[in-house]
């Protein structure tokens, strides 16, 4: 019995060591058969197809997500320095007016200052010309009371005569002197005698008619007036027509 069971037991594991190898075998036998290579040829690019075009797909959808990320961002890259450009123009515009006005604000007070200089170097001498007409009208209201047929006569008189008429003459030459002297510091004397009268001008201290005469004319100046450097510094006092 016990050789009996040695004996089994030994043949079992025979057949169990010849049985992988007999397996092992007809797997070799199989894959080196050409139907075999046939169908594992058939079936394999297929499969590797599959993958690589997975793959692909794959790769193009993160590229083209990437392309549209990188897309967007551009865009609003673009845009942000798009404002940005407009903010600078706008604000160089403001600029641009502000340096303007300020120029055209310099240029106008250069304007007025150099008039109001000008008119002070004008009229500064003003007060002084309105004391210095008084005596130019005293001068004047001297020698108009000798009228020129009296100092004519005069010449052919006795030696007195000759003397007054001489001096008549020398008064007549100091207001000349005088009148053209303050003429170069822009005093005039004015005698409207024969103008239109002028309200900004003259003053008129009396109306009457005279048919010989223009209505609204200066026919008689009881005070001559005087002008400095264009301005009027003393209205002349006349007698005015008014024939209507």
């Not at 394999?44 to 790769?59: C, F, I, L, N, Q």
Request: net charge positive; charged share 35%; proline share 3%.
């Amino acid at each position: 019995m016990l050789q009996r069971a040695l004996v089994s037991g030994t043949r079992a594991a025979r057949s169990a060591a010849k049985a992988p190898a007999s397996q092992a075998l007809l797997r070799s036998q199989f894959q080196t058969s050409p139907a075999f290579r046939i169908r594992a040829a058939r079936v394999t690019p297929t499969v590797a197809a599959r993958w690589y075009s997975a793959e692909g797909e794959a790769k193009d959808v993160k590229e083209s997500e990437a392309a549209e990320k990188k897309e967007g961002n551009g865009t609003s890259e673009l845009e942000a320095l798009k404002k940005k450009l407009e903010a600078k123009e706008k604000e160089a515009l403001d600029w641009k007016d502000k340096c303007l006005r300020s120029v055209a604000d310099f240029r106008n007070l250069q304007d007025r200052t150099a008039r109001e200089m000008k008119g002070a170097r004008d009229f500064a001498i003003q007060a002084f010309a309105k004391d210095l007409v008084d005596s130019v009208d005293n001068l004047d209201r001297a020698l108009s009371m000798v009228p020129e047929d009296k100092t004519k006569a005069a010449e052919d008189a006795h030696e007195t005569a000759k003397d007054l008429a001489q001096l008549y003459e020398g008064l007549k030459m100091t207001e000349g002197i005088l009148l053209n002297t303050l003429k170069k510091h822009g005093l005039e004397r004015v005698d409207p005698t024969g103008d239109k009268f002028d309200p900004n001008e003259h003053e008129a201290t009396f109306m009457t008619p005279q048919p010989d005469k223009d209505d609204g004319h200066v026919f008689f100046v009881q005070q001559k007036g005087f002008k400095l450097n264009g301005r009027v510094l003393r209205a002349a006092k006349v007698g005015v027509v008014k024939n209507k």
